[in-house]
């Protein structure tokens, strides 16, 4: 049973390109979570989707970043116009339900992008 | 809102050395608690976790028990080896808010032979 695949590991775009990363859950998990770490600061927290919806949004910056788990294929964290404030190594965490007492997040290697 | 504390990092330890990395947290409810470690060049994984108070989590040798009264979920590890050198984030899970992880910032750890 493979783990939660992220791709591309590794992500340059110049300032003002789009950077598109991809997430493929753990077989059998419906529930993604986006998170961000950026240099020197433990991961926060951006996303939560479950397949079609977005549950909660509350860390992701108003503008420019939008997240989608299609019915179909893996979860897309999408950055547009990127700035070099947007490096940073992004990790996705996949569940097979709700975050509770019984449930773990799997997490990814993370794709780590830089704006230059 | 929900945070965790831990201690500022780099710690380094001669291998064999006991090991202690503090970490406090303040969240509404009653949330679960975890260690995530990162290795060189790899994803993040769990550790280990407690998800009531005076549980005891543990894993590889390494321990944290959840200490409710001073909010606190240290951890512990007798005798170091070169290959727990890693990243380790301590995080919490609050019911309220089950959808996501708080994580604290990290602590490098690099142990020496």
Redo the contacts between chains.
């Keep these: 049973n493979a783990g939660v695949m992220q791709n591309p590991r590794h992500l340059v775009r110049r300032r003002g390109q789009e950077a598109r990363l991809r997430c493929s859950p753990m077989k059998g998990h419906s529930h993604v979570y986006w998170y961000r770490q950026l240099p020197e600061e433990g991961l926060k927290f951006m996303v939560y989707l479950q397949k079609e919806n977005i549950i909660d949004e509350s860390g992701m910056p108003k503008e420019r970043f939008s997240a989608e788990f299609p019915k179909e294929g893996p979860s897309i964290l999408r950055i547009q116009q990127v700035v070099r404030g947007d490096s940073a190594a992004y990790f996705c965490a996949s569940s097979r339900r709700d975050l509770g007492v019984n449930t773990e997040a799997f997490f990814g290697q993370g794709t780590r992008l830089t704006v230059v | 809102g929900d945070s965790?504390t831990q201690m500022e990092g780099p710690v380094t330890l001669s291998e064999e050395a006991f090991l202690t990395i503090n970490c406090t947290y303040t969240a509404t409810g009653y949330p679960?608690l975890f260690w995530?470690v990162q290795y060189p060049g790899?994803?993040?994984?769990?550790l280990l976790?407690a998800?009531k108070a005076d549980d005891k989590g543990s894993n590889k040798g390494f321990e944290a028990t959840y200490r409710k009264e001073t909010t606190s979920f240290h951890l512990e590890k007798g005798s170091v080896q070169v290959s727990d050198s890693a990243v380790y984030?301590c995080?919490l899970?609050d019911?309220g808010?089950?959808?996501?992880?708080?994580?604290?910032?990290?602590t490098r750890l690099q142990v020496t032979l």
Excluded: D, H, M, R
Excluded at chain 2, 42 to 46: M, T
Excluded at chain 2, 97 to 106: I, M, Q, R, V
């Design positions: 965790v679960s995530y790899e994803g993040i994984q769990l976790k998800t984030f995080a899970s019911p808010t089950a959808s996501k992880l708080t994580f604290g910032t990290g």
